[in-house]
């Protein structure tokens, strides 16, 4: 069964560590997109990515960076500079930019920083 | 930057009644999605339109594009249906352009 893998579910840090969030998704997407998920508000693109290799720093992308070395995995981390990371986050991929969405989701990670 | 609108925020209703919940956004766009997202957090994209009308199930979306308007209806609605529904629009290209709602937040009561 195709879809994305976001691991872990649940993260907890102390302030000042770096965390890296997986994402994996076996859908063959080009396309793969991270977002932020505060309560109360929309969700907010952090960087994308249509092609290994390369990626695109979305709406809030300070305070945090990623890696397209695969085709299949798309790991974002969380630095210390980021200064409120405590939040849900959730991985998108989709076949490719010029064929838009639909958007496929992952679960999330919701990481706690204190 | 599109602004994205959903009415209502809560909206708590008895199993079988029919269901709306509004989205308005304000810049013209080439396509408007409805996502479900489960209690668990994960997101199900239910329709993506651009026009015109859907319908998968009990559930129906539409759009009326000269009104910068779409409706997402549930019939019949079911406990299972409880989650919160989220529209979100893009003005081309890819999803990296999409401005999300809030979500409304839907509750069905047995």
């Known amino acids: 069964d195709g879809g994305i893998t976001q691991s872990p579910k649940y993260l907890f840090r102390k302030e000042g560590q770096n965390v890296t969030l997986s994402c994996e998704q076996n859908?063959?997407?080009?396309?793969m997109y991270w977002y932020r998920q505060d309560p109360g508000q929309g969700l907010r693109l952090i960087y994308y990515s249509q092609i290994v290799n390369d990626f695109q720093k979305g709406d809030i992308a300070e305070g945090y960076s990623v890696s397209r070395e695969k085709k299949e995995s798309f790991p974002l981390t969380v630095t210390s500079a980021q200064k409120n990371p405590t939040a849900f986050y959730l991985c998108?991929?989709?076949?490719?930019?010029?064929?838009?969405?639909?958007?496929?989701f992952g679960n999330g990670t919701r990481l706690t920083v204190t | 930057k599109n602004e994205v609108e959903q009415s209502p925020q809560n909206l708590t209703a008895q199993e079988g009644e029919f269901i709306t919940i509004n989205c308005s956004y304000s810049v013209g766009i080439s396509a408007l999605h409805w996502l479900q997202q489960h209690p668990g957090g994960g997101i199900v994209s239910l329709f993506m339109?651009?026009?015109g009308k859907k319908k998968h199930g009990r559930l129906i979306a539409t759009i009326n594009i000269q009104e910068k308007h779409s409706s997402l209806h549930i019939t019949a609605s079911h406990p299972r249906d409880s989650a919160v529904y989220i529209c979100a629009v893009s003005l081309g290209g890819g999803a990296d352009g999409l401005t999300f709602g809030k979500g409304t937040h839907l509750i069905i009561q047995p």
């Open positions: 339109l651009s026009s």
């Open positions: 998108a991929s989709s076949i490719g930019r010029t064929g838009g969405p639909p958007l496929h």
């Open positions: 859908l063959n997407h080009d396309a």
